[in-house]
Antibody, heavy 121, light 107 residues
Framework: QLQLQESGPGLVKPSETLSLICTVS??????????WAWIRQSPGKGPEWIGS???????FYNPSVKSRVTISVDTSKNQFSLKLTSVTAADTAIYYC?????????????WGQGTLVTVSS | SFELTQPPSVSVSPGQTATIPCSGD??????VSWYQKKPDQSPVVVMY???KRPSGIPERISGSNSGNTATLTIRGTQAMDEADYYC??????????FGGGTKLTVL
């Protein structure tokens, strides 16, 4: 069973850059043409898709954060990463990495456990 | 921007049928998925492409999508079904959008 694990700082200062890595195990990030995603959930709100990347580096971003986000993939390390610049308190959330299921685009069947990122000085 | 609207809460008695709606403009033109989320757990997809069940999801859970409303239906609701449910739409233009979620309470 594919496993995903998020890692990165749990506390980021306002105006700085949030950086997270998702490590994929028991499976290759280069298998087929799946899209790998970052999704976040703030307290009391529904999940918010941040963006997705393929193993070839093709990316799609949520327009609401597009100007601040970069998602990239490192196939040699079986990882993909998220960078979100100029963060504010509104970016405080649990951040999940996820992968599409094999049979449908835009359906996330594999999720990491999530990592809480707090934006505070 | 495209938005999905869900009622904040739905209550149901054990053994009864729970219906959770999700509305959005032209929603039937998009594929809808549903996720179940329990406290301190990651979301689990329970329905995708409107009415397809992933492996391991019981047949008493079903989905539909017509007009501007998609619906998740849970028959014979059990205590284990108590969770937050999120609808999610996908198409090649708007990509991925989630609803605000519905808390299902089994009374």
């Amino acid at each position: 069973q594919l496993q995903l694990q998020e890692s990165g700082p749990g506390l980021v200062k306002p105006s700085e850059t949030l950086s997270l890595i998702c490590t994929v195990s028991i499976g290759s990030i280069s298998t087929n043409d799946y899209y790998w995603a970052w999704i976040r959930q703030s307290p009391g709100k529904g999940p918010e898709w941040i963006g997705s990347v393929s193993h070839r580096g093709n990316t799609f971003y949520n327009p609401s954060v597009k100007s601040r986000v970069t998602i990239s993939v490192d196939t040699s390390k079986n990882q993909f990463s998220l960078k979100l610049t100029s963060v504010t308190a509104a970016d405080t959330a649990i951040y999940y990495c996820a992968r599409e299921v094999s049979t449908a685009r835009g359906v996330f069947g594999y999720w990491g456990q999530g990592t809480l990122v707090t934006v505070s000085s | 921007s495209f938005e999905l609207t869900q009622p904040p809460s739905v209550s149901v008695s054990p053994g009864q049928t729970a219906t959770i709606p999700c509305s959005g403009d032209g929603l039937s033109q998009k594929y809808v998925s549903w996720y179940q989320k329990k406290p301190d757990q990651s979301p689990v997809v329970v329905m995708y492409q409107d009415m397809k069940r992933p492996s391991g999801i019981p047949e008493r859970i079903s989905g539909s999508n017509s007009g501007n409303t998609a619906t998740l239906t849970i028959r014979g609701t059990q205590a284990m079904d108590e969770a937050d449910y999120y609808c999610q739409a996908w198409d090649s233009r708007t990509f991925v959008v989630f609803g605000g979620g519905t808390k299902l309470t089994v009374l």
